[in-house]
């Protein structure tokens, strides 16, 4: 895996206008790092942000140190894979990180800590932003197909409500939802169930993101 060093000027994945991010958490063997106890529920606020990685890579990293490949967590019953994506946190102020979602393998078992702001816009993130799981993943996964087309109109709906019905991400969530609802539908039967659950999901995360302050 590629190192570098916190707080240098972040520019592995391609530049889609994340220009002026820091790196965090790009770590390696024989490479320095900063030890330390993260603060209490700093690990369960970092995989929720890891739960919704901004670029998802071909392949899996490994991790350089003791050589873990395939990590995954339980986030309430959501499994969170590690490794293929990063994970990105805006402060107040604008200044921005970007981690691979591995970051959460170096802090849990490598007892990686990362700076002090970092750790505060992670907490702020994972309070404000939904990341669907433990009890509403468990409804949404019995809910019936109907149900869940119901629920997905709605959030469009919301989301045209606060963007507007031209605005290119309200037209991309209603051809979602119509391929993942469509009958006869072009996606595979022994798939059908996952990807209805996996766009519900998506759409109330996406929404959620909506209504967070810049
Ligand atoms: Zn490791």
């Given at each position: 895996?590629?190192?570098?060093?916190?707080?240098?000027?972040?520019?592995?994945?391609?530049?889609?206008?994340?220009?002026?991010?820091?790196?965090?958490?790009?770590?390696?063997?024989?490479?320095?790092?900063?030890?330390?106890s993260p603060p209490e529920g700093f690990i369960t606020a970092l995989l929720t942000c890891a739960a919704r990685p901004v670029r998802l890579?071909?392949?899996i990293h490994t991790c350089?140190?003791?050589?873990?490949?395939?990590?995954?967590?339980?986030?309430?019953?959501?499994?969170?894979?590690?490794?293929?994506?990063?994970?990105?946190?805006?402060?107040r102020d604008g200044t921005a990180w970007?981690?691979?979602?591995?970051?959460?393998?170096?802090?849990?078992?490598h007892g990686y800590l990362p700076p002090p702001a970092f750790i505060a816009a992670v907490m702020e993130w994972a309070r404000t932003h939904l990341v669907v799981r433990g009890h509403l993943l468990e409804e949404l996964s019995e809910a019936s197909p109907?149900?869940?087309?119901r629920r997905c109109l709605e959030v469009v709906d919301r989301m045209r409500a606060l963007l507007g019905a031209d605005d290119p991400r309200v037209i991309e969530a209603t051809a979602t939802v119509r391929l993942a609802f469509a009958?006869?539908?072009?996606?595979?039967?022994?798939?059908?169930?996952?990807?209805?659950?996996?766009?519900?999901?998506?759409?109330l995360e996406d929404v959620s993101e909506l209504g967070v302050a810049k």
């Open positions: 895996m590629t190192y570098f060093a916190d707080l240098t000027p972040y520019s592995y994945g391609p530049d889609e206008g994340l220009a002026g991010d820091l790196n965090i958490g790009w770590l390696a063997a024989g490479m320095p790092y900063t030890h330390g890579f071909r392949g350089d140190l003791c050589g873990a490949t395939d990590v995954h967590f339980d986030l309430e019953g959501r499994e969170v894979y590690l490794g293929n994506g990063e994970l990105r946190v805006t402060a970007t981690a691979p979602t591995l970051v959460v393998h170096y802090v849990e078992t109907a149900e869940l087309h009958e006869p539908s072009k996606i595979p039967v022994e798939r059908r169930s996952q990807h209805r659950l996996w766009t519900i999901i998506q759409l």
